[in-house]
């Protein structure tokens, strides 16, 4: 079979996949995508684990039991009354199975637009050597391209627990958890992490019993620790109930639901019955299939691809990024780091910042935070002052009637340099966007304290955080 030649082959088409593909194609580059993702009708779905099983449908159903949510239980604080509430779960994944294809569609129109030739199918290494790489598509029609450049872009997959497998229909992974065909009256969740918290607080919200098995003893240990507190107090206040320092015994699927052994902190042997468990404990990088001894691709232990600082593998002209190398699995980290790797192919400087990339956790309230959390730079030995505010002394909050949360800001004692900013409450993932812009830039807190913010907006809690920081609020 006579090989299609190209500049650069991509690997993936999830974020990181797709963006560097793009932009490749913007430098110049005659470039290929290749994913094999597809919809129900056996047709391309790019946009891999973000798009398809993850942060945009996850988003969509968490809109959805948002609005439910509300209708049901904060309506009538502002008059409106509601009657013969009632949620038709068929027609809500309807909806985020039509958003989900918007957005394969539209990736798709942007190869289009960009002149990336896509391949439908899963992609492989075939052979390597100083001219350039053979890269084999598998599917319903079989390629063989060739490229001077590759850029891995394989992405992740759910964690399962030993001897728990995935099922999706009682045991389920992100996947099957989005495509729940009727309310549980119990759900259990193995994990707290950020897709755990966000698809449990979708099935919370329409009216599941919910509960969290987590085996650290620290709710979001990743999250500065005053936030989490806050976090923690209004997922209980909700009706989360969220066990910490467990450990998962003997897990078994029956007809009826799953039955899961545990132990809790003070070591008392529990029993958990749900009606579908979900577990949520972490993602493995993509590499199986990959072909990657063909060519010496080195990874490491977990099967991540191995690469230095410039997202370079240990072949000439092998690149990797996004979830199958080192760093955050955050779909905006793939893009940023496809992003600078198409620049570096041309020659240019490509940059990522991993001190300045956003996390965020789309549950009520919402979480996000950068930099660094108060708990690391008192580990670290770094001197600091810090500066909170409180939602519920903010005027657009209270017109919101969401309360809750608060902004937290970390300066340097010496500089005043922000060093990292945490919110937990409304839209903390539209606030938090300020705060990485600002840290881009090297600016202080007296930078922001000083900077007019339209009044009234959730924005005013950042700059009071930020006056916070020399004591000086103006409304708190």
């Not at 009538?76 to 013969?84: F, P």
């Not at 810090?386 to 009637?401: D, E, K, S």
Request: hydrophobic residues 45%; glycine residues 12%; proline residues 3%.
């Amino acid at each position: 079979m006579t090989s299609k030649q190209f500049d650069v082959v991509v690997i993936g088409a999830g974020p990181g996949g797709y963006i560097a593909a793009i932009r490749a194609a913007q430098l110049g580059f005659s470039v290929a995508c290749i994913d094999e993702w597809q919809n129900s009708t056996g047709g391309p779905a790019p946009g891999g684990t973000c798009t398809n099983v993850g942060c945009i449908p996850s988003k969509v159903l968490l809109q959805s039991s948002e609005n439910f949510d509300q209708a049901g239980h904060h309506f009538a604080d502002h008059g409106i009354q509601v009657q013969g509430l009632a949620i038709d779960v068929a027609k809500m994944l309807a909806r985020k199975d039509q958003v989900v294809k918007q957005n394969n569609d539209g990736i798709l129109f942007l190869f289009k637009k960009n002149k990336v030739s896509f391949f439908h199918g899963r992609g492989a290494f075939a052979a390597g050597g100083g001219a350039g790489y053979t890269v084999t598509v598998s599917g319903a029609a079989a390629e063989t391209l060739a490229a001077r450049h590759v850029i891995v872009a394989t992405g992740s997959s759910a964690r399962a627990l030993s001897g728990a497998p995935f099922d999706e229909d009682k045991i389920l992974s992100n996947d099957g958890a989005l495509r729940i065909q009727s309310v549980p009256k119990k759900l259990g969740l193995i994990g707290s992490g950020v897709i755990g918290l966000e698809v449990g607080s979708v099935w919370r919200r329409l009216g599941a019993d919910v509960t969290v098995l987590e085996a650290l003893p620290a709710f979001l240990g990743a999250v500065d620790e005053q936030i989490a507190r806050e976090a923690h107090k209004a997922f209980t206040r909700q009706g989360l109930k969220i066990e910490l320092g467990v450990k998962v015994g003997e897990i078994r699927s029956g007809k009826k639901g799953v039955s899961v052994a545990w132990t809790n902190a003070r070591g008392e042997a529990q029993m958990l019955e749900v009606d579908k468990l979900i577990v949520s404990i972490g993602r493995v990088p993509n590499t199986v299939g990959l072909n990657a001894e063909a060519v010496g691709l080195k990874l490491d232990e977990r099967g991540a691809i191995l690469v230095d600082e410039q997202c370079k593998t240990n072949l000439p002209d092998v690149w990797a990024v996004g979830d199958v190398v080192r760093g955050p699995m955050l779909a905006h980290k793939a893009e940023e780091e496809g992003v600078a790797v198409a620049e570096r192919i041309a020659g240019q400087h490509g940059h990522v910042n991993f001190n300045t990339i956003p996390w965020v956790i789309y549950t009520n309230p919402e979480i996000a935070w950068v930099g660094q959390t108060e708990q690391q730079l008192k580990a670290a030995g770094v001197t600091y002052k810090a500066g909170t505010f409180p939602f519920m002394a903010n005027g657009r909050a209270r017109a919101m009637g969401d309360t809750t949360g608060m902004v937290k800001m970390l300066a340097d004692a010496a500089t005043d340099e922000i060093l990292g900013v945490h919110i937990v409450g409304p839209m903390a993932s539209e606030l938090i966007a300020e705060c990485v812009v600002a840290m881009e830039f090297r600016a202080s807190s007296e930078d922001i304290a000083r900077i007019c913010h339209a009044h009234p907006s959730l924005s005013e809690a950042t700059r009071e955080a930020a006056l916070a920081v020399d004591k000086r609020t103006l409304n708190f």
